[in-house]
Every structure is written in C-alpha cells, then in structure tokens.
C-alpha cells in the first residue's frame, strides 16, 4: 500500500514479530507504518535506518533517544 513505510516489508514491528506485544505492534501500524510519509518519517526505526543503513531489532519507532543516541547505544556509527 502506497501508504505504508518503504521498510515495512522487513520489519519486525510492522510484521507482529513482538509476539508479546501484538497490541502495542498494532498501535505502532495505526501511529507510524499505515500512516502515511508524515508519519512514517518520525519512526525512530526508520530514522536509524536511513541515518545508519541498519536498525537494531528491538528499538521501537516511538524512541525516546535521538538518532545520534541510538548510533551510539548500539554501535551503529
Ligand atoms: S516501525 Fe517504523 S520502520 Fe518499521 S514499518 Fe513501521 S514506520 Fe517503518
């Protein structure tokens, strides 16, 4: 769907790999992956993996750290 991340083909949020968390993956699809380029944009998944060519598994798109923060957290840089 035109709608949709260009990432969520491979990422374990938008495909309810959080198998404990399937209502939190749902809400993150309404908030950030269904939700058109505007949103999609904000998903710190997203941003890591523009910024970064890569994305760790089990960061989630409403992150609280920065992009720089993740780099470094996870060795991204
Ligand atoms: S979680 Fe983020 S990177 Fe993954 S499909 Fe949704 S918007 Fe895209």
């Given at each position: 769907m035109e709608n949709n991340c260009p990432s969520a083909e491979k990422c374990p949020i938008f495909n309810g790999i959080l198998s404990d968390k399937l209502t939190t993956s749902k809400s993150y699809r309404k908030q950030?992956?269904?939700?058109g380029e505007a949103s999609w944009q904000t998903c710190k998944r997203l941003m890591t993996k523009t910024q970064y060519g890569k994305c760790p598994?089990?960061?989630?798109?409403?992150?609280?750290?920065?992009v720089d923060e993740i780099g470094i957290k996870f060795n991204l840089k």
């Open positions: 950030f992956c269904e939700a598994p089990e960061l989630l798109p409403n992150s609280a750290m920065t």
